[in-house]
């Protein structure tokens, strides 16, 4: 049992699996929880085998059974009786047939709070199709302004909907129904569905669209469209990004760019001057090196930042600070967020115990 942590004493039983699910018993395990992971006896030749040294297991332990055996069963039930939280990310049903359903482990314990992760839902016309996360987020809207007009809309691979709309959904709503469970001494079933998290996601934007700054027209909205709000390849062939949305960090951005008095970004709020200053930007910001740019106007107001890769953000001067990344076993990793005051994480291990 571990001693540290927000989530001391907080026992989880973690079927093995991949994606969303495993990254959600890293998070409760990285906050201090006890994650025991039910291993499968041979590995499962149709997924991405990770191995037990991954990332994703860190300060986990694990059992290795077999749950089509009736001994694999009765053991993944015991570990059931002595936990707070079960977390599994099989297609709707699996779990039932192998014995191993909500209503069983309620037999077992009736506090128990039964997480399951998956793509589409436990119900719905598409509940047993197959998908990944590029398809769930295409399905609830989180995609469409990934993108420039005219182009397919890309995503930052798993994370906007396995993580965002996935992972962190199901630890939040397992801690939401630990802490009932604690008041009431009932458990019960979390439903954890990547289209239901990454459509949630999306009421920031869609906030922004019933008050008339978004429309569904991509490229045309404050956040998808302007030259002040976008990344740009500099001379060396590397990248920045800019944020200056608010007019006194554009007028600050315009007066570091040496434009303060250049008539054509005075509107710079206007949709129909985007393309062409946009333009203007590109040419603009090929005439210098990254890191020459980032001399200018990193730290200052204009909202500013280099693109990075993972290893130079691991060594990045802030990150370095902050001490954000970490080098385990020759790899980098991040490390636990967010952080406590009062309940500080200590210790930080790939090897699973």
């Known amino acids: 049992m571990k001693d540290h942590g927000p989530l001391a004493g907080v026992r989880v039983v973690e079927i093995a699996g991949i994606g969303p699910a495993p990254f959600c018993g890293m998070l409760l395990a990285d906050l201090g929880a006890d994650v025991v992971v039910v291993d499968r006896v041979v590995p499962n030749p149709d997924t991405i085998d990770l191995g037990r040294d991954s990332i994703l297991n860190r300060g986990k332990r694990f059992m290795a059974l077999d749950l089509k055996q009736p001994e694999g069963i009765e053991g993944v039930l015991n570990l059931v009786e002595q936990s707070h939280a079960l977390i599994e990310g099989m297609r709707p049903g699996v779990m039932e047939r192998l014995g191993l359903g909500p209503d069983i482990c309620f037999e077992r314990n009736a ?6 992760m998956t793509g589409w839902g436990q119900h719905g016309p598409l509940a047993q ?4 996360d590029i398809n769930y987020i295409a399905l609830s809207g989180a995609l469409w302004y990934a993108g420039e007009p005219g182009s397919p809309p890309i995503t930052p691979p798993g994370l906007v909907g396995d993580i965002g709309g996935g992972a962190l959904y199901l630890a939040v709503g397992l801690l939401a129904a630990i802490l009932s469970a604690r008041e009431t001494g009932k458990g019960q079933v979390v439903d954890a569905a990547i289209v239901d998290g990454s459509a949630h996601m999306m009421n920031l934007l869609l906030s922004l669209r019933a008050a008339g700054h978004f429309v569904t027209e991509r490229g045309r909205s404050i956040l998808d ?8 390849r500099c001379a060396d062939d590397r990248f920045i990004s800019l944020g200056s949305l608010e007019p006194k960090f554009y007028a600050l951005l315009r007066q570091k760019l040496g434009l303060a008095d250049d008539p054509a970004f005075t509107n710079g709020y206007d ?3 985007w393309q062409d200053l946009r333009r203007r930007f ?3 910001f090929r005439q210098r090196t990254r890191d020459e740019w980032s001399g200018l106007l990193e730290g200052t107001d204009t909202c500013f930042a280099p693109v990075l ?5 691991a060594s990045y001067p802030h990150m370095v600070a902050r001490r954000v990344y970490v080098s385990v ?9 967010p952080r406590f005051s009062g309940t500080p994480l200590t210790g930080l291990t790939a090897d699973p115990s």
Do not use: K
């Not at 469209?225 to 740009?232: E, K, N, V």
């Open 225 to 232: 469209g302007p030259h002040w709000y976008a990344t740009y």
């Open 329 to 337: 076993n020759g790899s980098i990793q991040a490390m636990p967020a």
């Open 282 to 284: 590109e040419v603009l």
């Open 309 to 313: 890769d993972p290893d130079e953000a």
């Open 129 to 132: 199709a197959a998908g990944h």
């Open 111 to 116: 506090a128990l709070v039964f997480g399951r």
């Open 271 to 273: 949709p129909e001057s």
